[in-house]
């Protein structure tokens, strides 16, 4: 019998071959990774070209993910499969027809908006939340068709609710945690989480330290916890986890992150100015051999292993299955 | 036992759903369009959106095609399979990622030159052909990586018999014809179609009339009798047919196809002062419908059954299942 594939749904590394080795050292099989922040159409290109560069660079490490069976072959072959996703829209540019092609080059989840306003929705750093706009409810049907997933992760609460109900497949927020537990404006209320989990979407948990609670002191029993409590309310199967790992970048990809090219002025984003940087990783989870304390958190917070190994990354996976393609 | 499928490798038409159920009506099971003749790269992207719309408002006649076994899946649907190429490397730019890009997004053929020098090699209408340049070596190289067939249609001799050598998988002139039976510029000599086919490459043939002996007048007898003297040359599974269907354009098309961007002056290509639009069609074949009239005139010059419906497709679907891969 096949293990269940431990899955982490987001990631934006300063990629290596090191970091590649540290995901085989901890047994994770895939990984959705962010290809585009600001990037446009071609710029996003380049990205899936530096990815298919790694591809035959490290083909004993790594391997293009496009669908659940393909989780299965990494398993297999003991590598683990990367999956594509943009934070924002921006690689579409103003073009519904650029959905599917981006879909056939590998992309798999893709951000409504990144905190600010986009052409879809609102993001969750803008004042007014004014909903999904008419290029966004064709492009939510669009990305339906095709099977892109919708992402809500840095947009706004009304966005994200409108989102969860005008989609007609089930939409994920990859990576965040509840605004209960740490009233991060990137963390999402309960009504956020029950529009999103009660069409089947997923919440990926993120170990950002901004998103947790004490932040970077945060324990692994807080975490752990929190995650019972959130498993209590919507239930264990539509969680998952979606760690935000931005291992080994320099701090002027943040900024970059933040920035894009929209402002002329720095914006310190979840950071401030005295601290402007990445914020040190938990002790408990500083790369990807760590995933084991996460699951032996979860055992201790009192999951059953088949629940623990759901939101390690069976329930992820099973989502993959559902919404990677055509309908 | 599956009907042999009948292909033909090369059309640029101005496509309707008239045009696919012609090729409905005339038992087409897969074509070869070309979507790009000077189209950079988000050029040629926008006319693979444009396929995406064909393709979700004429289900029941078109699918996209990818690898042989869509050859069959379009066959058991009543379909006919779209395999995409590119008449010159424009749409790849001066970017070699972009091979497995355009690779990924459905491209299946790409000259290496259209006409003119490119970045890669020389056009047939040069006065000077260098061969293969030192991206061209580069880009042969991508190109059987990925599974990207090298067709010469459009190069000159010396270019095209050098890509043949520097290839280790097999290559294409996918609509041309033997200038020892028309002493067109575009035409094939014979040491350079032996280059082709000895390392298992195709020559599909050309029923554009400035290819043809007599050109609009061409008989469907010398055509074929045509066929069968280059089959006594070089072996009749090496042959196929890229009629090269230019059906319903304006004028203005073809001149396009001839001076793209580059020329501030019109360049009559095949054609002349007197005569720039497209030529005539030969009465035996002017659209999708008239397949049958080249089978049967292939049997009527002494071909078998089974030899001409290799030619009618069988060999060009044996060469998709070899070449439309990594290997």
Same mark, same amino acid.
């Given at each position: 019998?096949?293990?269940?594939?431990? &899955?982490?749904?987001?990631?934006?590394?300063?990629?290596?071959?090191?970091?590649?080795?540290?995901?085989?050292?901890? %047994?994770? @099989?895939?990984?959705?990774?962010? &290809?585009?922040?600001? #990037?446009?159409?071609?710029?996003?290109?380049?990205?899936?070209?530096?990815?298919?560069?790694?591809?035959?660079?490290?083909?004993? /490490?790594?391997?293009?993910?496009?669908?659940?069976?393909?989780?299965?072959?990494?398993?297999?072959?003991?590598?683990?499969?990367?999956?594509?996703?943009?934070?924002?829209?921006?690689?579409?540019?103003?073009?519904? $027809?650029?959905?599917?092609?981006?879909?056939?080059?590998?992309?798999?989840?893709?951000?409504?908006?990144?905190?600010?306003?986009?052409?879809?929705?609102?993001?969750?750093? #803008?004042?007014?939340?004014?909903?999904?706009?008419?290029? %966004?409810?064709?492009?939510?049907?669009?990305?339906?068709?095709?099977?892109?997933? &919708?992402?809500?992760?840095?947009?706004? @609460?009304?966005?994200?609710?409108?989102?969860?109900?005008?989609?007609?497949?089930?939409?994920?927020?990859?990576?965040?945690?509840?605004?209960?537990?740490?009233?991060? /404006?990137?963390?999402?209320?309960?009504?956020?989480?029950?529009?999103?989990?009660?069409?089947?979407?997923?919440? %990926?948990?993120?170990?950002?330290?901004?998103?947790?609670? @004490? =932040?970077?002191?945060?324990?692994?029993?807080?975490?752990?916890?929190?995650?019972?409590?959130?498993?209590?309310?919507? $239930?264990?199967?539509? /969680?998952?986890? %979606?760690?935000? /790992?931005?291992?080994?970048?320099?701090?002027?990809?943040? #900024?970059?992150?933040?920035?894009?090219?929209?402002?002329?002025?720095?914006?310190?984003? #979840?950071?401030?100015?005295?601290?402007?940087?990445?914020?040190?990783?938990?002790?408990?989870?500083?790369?990807?051999?760590?995933? @084991?304390?996460?699951?032996?958190?979860?055992?201790?917070?009192?999951?059953?292993?088949?629940?623990?190994?759901? &939101?390690?990354?069976?329930?992820?996976?099973?989502?993959?299955?559902?919404?990677?393609?055509? =309908?």
């Amino acid at each position: 019998m096949q293990r269940t594939p431990r &899955i982490d749904n987001l990631q934006y590394a300063n990629w290596s071959e090191k970091i590649f080795r540290q995901m085989r050292e901890g %047994g994770v @099989d895939a990984v959705h990774v962010t &290809i585009a922040y600001h #990037e446009n159409f071609r710029e996003t290109v380049l990205n899936f070209e530096q990815w298919n560069r790694w591809f035959e660079q490290y083909p004993d /490490l790594i391997m293009k993910g496009q669908w659940a069976s393909d989780v299965q072959v990494a398993q297999d072959t003991g590598r683990t499969a990367i999956f594509f996703g943009f934070q924002n829209p921006s690689p579409i540019e103003d073009d519904i $027809g650029l959905v599917e092609i981006v879909h056939s080059l590998g992309a798999r989840f893709m951000q409504l908006t990144y905190n600010n306003q986009s052409l879809l929705a609102t993001g969750c750093y #803008e004042d007014e939340d004014s909903g999904i706009t008419r290029m %966004g409810k064709q492009v939510i049907k669009e990305m339906n068709r095709v099977g892109l997933v &919708i992402d809500m992760s840095h947009s706004g @609460d009304r966005s994200t609710i409108e989102a969860a109900d005008i989609s007609e497949r089930p939409i994920a927020i990859t990576h965040a945690n509840p605004y209960e537990w740490c009233p991060a /404006l990137r963390n999402k209320k309960d009504d956020v989480i029950r529009a999103v989990t009660q069409n089947g979407g997923m919440l %990926g948990f993120s170990v950002y330290p901004h998103h947790l609670k @004490d =932040k970077s002191d945060c324990t692994l029993e807080s975490f752990c916890e929190m995650i019972a409590r959130t498993a209590e309310k919507f $239930g264990p199967d539509r /969680l998952g986890i %979606g760690t935000d /790992l931005c291992q080994d970048h320099p701090d002027s990809v943040v #900024e970059w992150m933040r920035v894009g090219r929209w402002s002329k002025q720095i914006d310190y984003g #979840e950071g401030s100015a005295a601290a402007p940087g990445f914020p040190p990783m938990p002790y408990w989870f500083e790369d990807n051999r760590d995933f @084991d304390n996460i699951e032996n958190g979860l055992k201790a917070a009192g999951f059953s292993p088949e629940e623990a190994a759901g &939101i390690m990354g069976g329930n992820w996976h099973r989502f993959y299955a559902e919404n990677f393609g055509p =309908k």
